[in-house]
């Protein structure tokens, strides 16, 4: 009785440990197989996070064209500044003289200038000397002043050597010319066709190319003003003591007589430095 009992107990037991063990078995697997369902969610989940992130055809060639439309922007900008700079260049060139000084209005202030160096497209120049002072003078009806009288040692551009046919190194004269016809009557005057001579023995009409074209019919009552270049290939600017100007008397335009009992123009001006 008590073997029966005994057996029947371990029987009992071993009944009750395997339906334990088969529930938690179940158990395990239902956790298991939700835990593997929870991580594909969580998967398709990622990847459908992951491709949402992934700019679509669409969105690509926008940027693309965002992207080019900056691009472009940037040329024009630096196309714009290019072009304004080049603008900037040429107004400075068209304003400034020749010989670079400081204004071009007077004798005064070119002499604050010499032994200056300037670079431009003509090339590399430096104020030698000036006019001691400025000469005005008169033949028949005009009334003509001789200012900034100044010598030059340059260093010709390659471009300026070959359109003046001169070499490399130079020297020119300057002369600012006004001139101003007093009478009731048009005549003719050439101012921008005088002629230097220099205390060094040189002789040289005005360079055509260079001056300012000032000079053709005066109207009555009327002045005009200019600068008149003469290139020395052989002078040496510092060397330079004197500079004797001379043009023509001015003439009828019907006659080609010299009006009112004109005379040629004959100057004779000191530069020093």
Same mark, same amino acid.
């Given at each position: 009785?008590?073997?029966? =009992? =005994?057996?029947?107990?371990?029987?009992?037991? %071993? +009944? %009750?440990? *395997?339906?334990?063990?088969?529930?938690?078995? $179940?158990?395990?697997?239902?956790?298991?197989?939700?835990?593997?369902?929870?991580?594909?969610?969580?998967?398709?989940?990622?990847?459908?996070? $992951?491709?949402?992130?992934? @700019?679509?055809?669409?969105? +690509?060639?926008?940027?693309?064209?965002? =992207?080019?439309?900056?691009?472009?922007?940037?040329?024009?900008?630096?196309?714009?500044?290019?072009?304004?700079?080049?603008?900037?260049?040429?107004?400075?060139?068209?304003?400034?003289?020749?010989?670079?000084?400081?204004?071009?209005? *007077?004798?005064?202030?070119?002499?604050?200038?010499?032994?200056?160096?300037?670079?431009?497209?003509?090339?590399?120049?430096?104020?030698?000397?000036?006019?001691?002072?400025?000469?005005?003078?008169?033949?028949? @009806?005009?009334?003509?002043?001789?200012?900034? !009288? $100044?010598?030059?040692?340059?260093? =010709?551009?390659?471009?300026?050597?070959?359109?003046?046919?001169?070499?490399?190194?130079?020297?020119?004269?300057? %002369?600012? !010319?006004?001139? /101003?016809?007093?009478?009731?009557?048009?005549?003719?005057?050439?101012?921008?066709?005088?002629?230097?001579?220099?205390? /060094?023995?040189?002789?040289?009409?005005?360079?055509?190319?260079?001056?300012?074209?000032?000079?053709?019919?005066? +109207?009555?009552?009327?002045?005009?003003?200019?600068? %008149?270049?003469?290139?020395?290939?052989?002078?040496?600017?510092?060397?330079?003591?004197?500079?004797?100007?001379?043009?023509?008397?001015?003439? $009828?335009?019907?006659?080609?007589? @010299? !009006?009112?009992?004109?005379?040629?123009?004959?100057?004779?001006?000191?530069?020093?430095?």
């Amino acid at each position: 009785m008590i073997k029966y =009992l =005994l057996a029947t107990g371990v029987a009992t037991a %071993v +009944l %009750v440990t *395997s339906a334990c063990s088969s529930d938690e078995s $179940s158990g395990n697997e239902e956790a298991s197989s939700e835990e593997s369902g929870s991580s594909e969610e969580s998967n398709d989940s990622s990847n459908k996070e $992951s491709n949402d992130d992934e @700019p679509t055809q669409e969105e +690509l060639e926008q940027q693309e064209q965002e =992207l080019e439309e900056r691009e472009q922007a940037l040329e024009e900008e630096e196309a714009s500044q290019e072009e304004a700079e080049a603008e900037e260049e040429g107004a400075d060139a068209e304003e400034a003289p020749a010989d670079g000084s400081s204004d071009g209005t *007077s004798t005064e202030n070119l002499r604050e200038n010499i032994g200056e160096t300037y670079t431009n497209e003509l090339g590399e120049t430096t104020l030698a000397k000036v006019g001691e002072e400025d000469v005005e003078t008169s033949s028949g @009806p005009i009334d003509m002043t001789l200012s900034e !009288v $100044s010598t030059w040692d340059t260093t =010709l551009s390659t471009d300026y050597q070959q359109i003046l046919e001169m070499p490399a190194d130079i020297t020119y004269v300057q %002369v600012r !010319v006004t001139a /101003e016809n007093t009478s009731e009557e048009d005549i003719s005057f050439y101012p921008d066709q005088s002629t230097i001579s220099t205390s /060094e023995g040189d002789q040289v009409d005005a360079n055509m190319f260079m001056s300012n074209s000032f000079g053709t019919e005066f +109207l009555a009552e009327t002045e005009k003003e200019g600068y %008149v270049y003469f290139l020395l290939p052989d002078a040496e600017a510092d060397a330079i003591e004197s500079i004797r100007f001379t043009t023509d008397a001015p003439f $009828s335009e019907e006659t080609f007589e @010299p !009006v009112d009992g004109a005379e040629d123009i004959d100057e004779e001006i000191e530069v020093t430095d």
